[in-house]
T-cell receptor, first 112, second 114 residues
Framework: DQQVKQNSPSLSVQEGRISILNCDYT??????FLWYKKYPAEGPTFLIS?????DKNEDGRFTVFLNKSAKHLSLHIVPSQPGDSAVYFC???????????FGTGTRLQVFP | DSGVTQTPKHLITATGQRVTLRCSPR?????VYWYQQSLDQGLQFLIQ???????AKGNILERFSAQQFPDLHSELNLSSLELGDSALYFC?????????????FGPGTRLLVL
């Protein structure tokens, strides 16, 4: 049972445009959400997070939106840069637990 | 560089064998987590240790075991290996003081079982 789903395995975006990566979850006990970025041959790197008490969190070019009623979150990257090309994992955590539940990832390619 | 180190980077072995993967957390971090990433899968949480004690368990097979030593490094032992155990194994660490702390990942160990 996949509790965190990233339905788009890949996304291709032109440099300078917006990249939107989506993530859906099923467990209503999740109340903290994270995005990790992963380059080949490296471990995932923390990018941005959001608590369920918020609906938006912004950090530079990266913004995460949370829609609790739809159990959906998205990561917006504006403007997209070639260095953003990587696999992006959505992850969720239930209250008072350290365990992260990851999605299967979306491979983002930003082309010139 | 996350500060989390994992050895070895690559491991090739045969079915039925046993291997040990090693992880050194970031300096000062008390929690260590192990994750498995199989082909086209997300990272699956295996187990967490906090200051030497098991704290949380995921879908870890009985053939797998882990421990965290007094110097806080951790080892993941995989035994009676099967072809399906071929995967990337990641270790992550966090301070452990709060469940909201960011987990920092090592570069992973790629295991290939032939």
């Amino acid at each position: 049972d996949q509790q965190v789903k990233q339905n788009s395995p890949s996304l291709s975006v032109q440099e300078g445009r917006i990249s939107i990566l989506n993530c859906d979850y099923t467990n209503s006990m999740f109340d903290y959400f994270l995005w990790y970025k992963k380059y080949p041959a490296e471990g995932p790197t923390f990018l941005i997070s959001i608590s369920s008490i918020k609906d938006k969190n912004e950090d530079g070019r990266f913004t995460v939106f949370l829609n609790k009623s739809a159990k959906h979150l998205s990561l917006h990257i504006v403007p997209s840069q070639p260095g953003d090309s990587a696999v992006y994992f959505c992850a969720a955590r239930a209250y008072n637990t350290d365990k992260l539940i990851f999605g299967t990832g979306t491979r983002l390619q930003v082309f010139p | 560089d996350s500060g989390v180190t994992q050895t070895p980077k690559h491991l090739i072995t045969a079915t039925g064998q046993r291997v040990t993967l090693r992880c050194s957390p970031r300096s000062g971090d008390l929690s260590v987590y192990w994750y498995q990433q199989s082909l086209d899968q997300g990272l699956q949480f295996l187990i967490q240790y906090y200051n030497g004690e098991e704290r949380a368990k995921g879908n870890i097979l009985e053939r797998f075991s882990a421990q965290q030593f007094p110097d806080l490094h951790s080892e993941l032992n995989l035994s009676s290996l099967e072809l399906g155990d071929s995967a990337l194994y990641f270790c992550a660490s966090s301070g452990g003081g709060s469940w909201r702390e960011t987990q920092y990942f090592g570069p992973g160990t790629r295991l290939l079982v032939l």
